[in-house]
C-alpha cells in the first residue's frame, strides 16, 4: 500500500511521515561492537542501513574490528531484492548466513535454522559485552529466533535465564517485528 502511493506521488509532491520513533534499534556507539543481524523479508531495510555505516567507517580508516554477522530469511532466492546490495559486500566484512524456507526440493530452512548451525560463533558472541542483536523482520520468525539463542546459550552453559535479561537492560537485544 506505502509502495503503491509513493509511486504516484508526483515531483514536488509533499508527504508527511510520522511513525514509530525512539530509541530501541539504534546503532552501538563504538566501532568495536559486534553487530549480530537477523532479519526476513523487507527486515533487512535497518540491515542495509547499519552495514552502509559500518561501511563507511571502515573505508574512512578508522574501522577497528567487531564482528558483523547477518541472518537473512526468505521463502525462495527471488526474493534476494528485498536483501539488495548487502550481497555485495566483502565476505571479510561481514559473515552472511541465508536461510531459504520454500525453495522446491529442499527442506524448509529458516533463520534459526542458520543461527542455530553458527552457534559456535554465535555462542562466544553471546559471552561477549560487546555484541548487539539486531531482530527484524515478521512477528512468526521472533519466538524461533529467541528459542535459538536460548538453546545456544544454554549449550555453550552462558545460562539463558541469566543472559537474557542483561541483554535486554544493556539494550543489546532489539525485537522490532511485525
Not at 559500518?54 to 567487531?66: A, M, V
Not at 552472511?96 to 522446491?104: D, E, G, K, L, N
Not at 520468525?141 to 546459550?153: F, H, Q, S, T
Request: hydrophobic share 40%.
Amino acid at each position: 500500500m506505502a509502495s503503491n502511493f509513493l509511486c504516484d506521488l508526483k515531483i514536488g509532491d509533499e508527504v508527511q511521515v510520522i511513525g514509530p520513533f525512539g530509541s530501541s534499534f539504534l546503532m552501538p556507539n563504538h566501532p568495536k561492537s559486534h553487530i549480530v543481524m537477523i532479519c526476513t523479508g523487507t527486515g533487512s531495510a535497518p540491515m542495509r542501513a547499519m552495514t552502509e555505516w559500518r561501511r563507511r567507517l571502515r573505508q574512512s580508516g578508522k574501522f577497528e574490528g567487531g564482528k558483523l554477522l547477518l541472518f537473512f530469511g526468505a521463502r525462495t532466492q527471488q526474493e534476494l531484492p528485498y536483501f539488495g546490495p548487502l550481497q555485495k559486500l566483502p565476505k571479510d566484512f561481514i559473515d552472511i548466513h541465508f536461510a531459504f524456507s520454500r525453495t522446491p526440493g529442499q527442506p524448509k530452512r529458516y533463520v534459526q535454522d542458520a543461527m542455530r548451525e553458527s552457534s559456535a560463533d554465535l555462542a562466544v558472541l553471546l559471552k561477549d559485552s560487546n555484541t548487539h542483536f539486531y531482530v527484524c523482520g515478521l512477528k512468526s520468525m521472533e519466538e524461533g529466533v529467541v528459542m535459538a539463542l536460548r538453546d545456544i546459550a544454554n549449550d555453550a552453559g552462558i545460562g539463558w535465564e541469566q543472559i537474557s535479561p542483561v541483554l535486554k537492560r544493556e539494550g543489546r537485544l532489539h525485537l522490532e517485528t511485525y
